[in-house]
């Protein structure tokens, strides 16, 4: 039994025993078939409370399960008074997200019409007293899978990057590092070529995966030829590395651009990118 198994039995225990606790949820990877679970996977625990208020107040029965070492709290005020939040870390390395709810919300949301996006990621029930989820439907995981996109976004998404690229541009050849670094990092990788990555990867498997959050599954999905070029994307400090990466997103966005219009029939600028191609290699030649 591995320190995270044996630390769920001790809170499936624990709820057992506490009278207060009326159902006890496994959520997100773990209860997902099809998720990679690996040993820095963390538990996702649901507990259902006659009334969720003093546990929301007291951090002691956090104590009950090991040590923790850091702690990040999210009251009900964050999720609309659905619940409240407690995201633990332990000395062992097992970290366990804890979401707080009352029975008459928990309620509320079991009994919706639509499954709420948490539980159709996947879940499992672990303990029931009072018969509160029987109204839960069961899970579809289809929480993340890549839609493919509009033309409208298609369009904006290409356009933007284009146009972003110049502010890359200017300030490599200024030696501004930070400014080309928020640029090329927080807005092109982040905005442009990460939603752009992943309609190429949902169009070659039917629009019927998901690559997690920020690319997590990127390299699972892509051939060893394309993930060397994306890469390449990355770079180090200095201004001629930056410039590198910087045609080679340029040359990613190329590629998978042109690749999706004609899948899904949308137009490429081919021309707006020729004449910002010129730009870069003028402003870069400066």
């Known amino acids: 039994m591995t320190t995270r198994d044996q630390k769920l039995e ?13 159902a006890l949820l496994l959520t997100s990877s773990l209860a997902n078939p099809s998720a990679p679970v690996d040993e820095f996977s963390d538990l996702d625990i649901e507990l259902v409370f006659e009334d969720n208020a003093p546990y929301l107040a007291d951090n002691s029965w956090l104590k009950i399960f090991g040590h923790p070492i850091s702690m990040i709290e999210e009251d009900e005020t964050c999720f609309d008074g659905r619940h409240g939040m407690k995201m633990v870390l332990y000395d062992d390395r097992v970290k366990v997200d804890f979401k707080l709810y009352s029975r008459h919300k928990f309620l509320e949301d079991a ?3 639509v499954l709420p996006e948490d539980w159709d990621i996947g879940y499992q029930i672990l303990l029931d007293k009072d018969q509160l989820t029987k109204d839960l439907k069961p899970p579809m995981y289809d929480v993340g899978r890549i839609q493919p996109p509009t033309e409208k976004e298609f369009t904006r998404i290409i356009n933007d990057f284009w146009w972003d690229t110049t502010y890359v ?7 501004e590092i930070f400014y080309a670094k928020f640029m090329s990092e927080t807005n092109i990788r982040t905005e442009y070529l990460v939603p752009l990555i992943e309609w190429y990867i949902g169009s070659e498997h039917q629009w019927r995966v998901t690559t997690n959050k920020y690319g997590r599954f990127f390299k699972k999905y892509l051939s060893p030829a394309l993930w060397k070029k994306i890469e390449k994307t990355f770079s180090g400090s200095s201004i001629a590395d930056n410039w590198e990466a910087l045609f080679a997103m340029a040359d990613i966005v190329h590629e998978l651009g042109t690749a999706l219009s004609r899948k899904l029939d949308y137009p490429y600028p081919e021309e707006m990118e020729n004449n910002i191609r010129k730009y870069l290699e003028d402003s870069r030649s400066r």
């Not at 001790?10 to 009326?22: L, S, V």
């Open 10 to 22: 001790e809170i499936i225990g624990w709820a057992k025993r506490n009278r207060d606790i009326r």
């Open 111 to 113: 009994q919706a019409p």
């Open 169 to 175: 541009a200017k300030c490599l050849a200024r030696d």
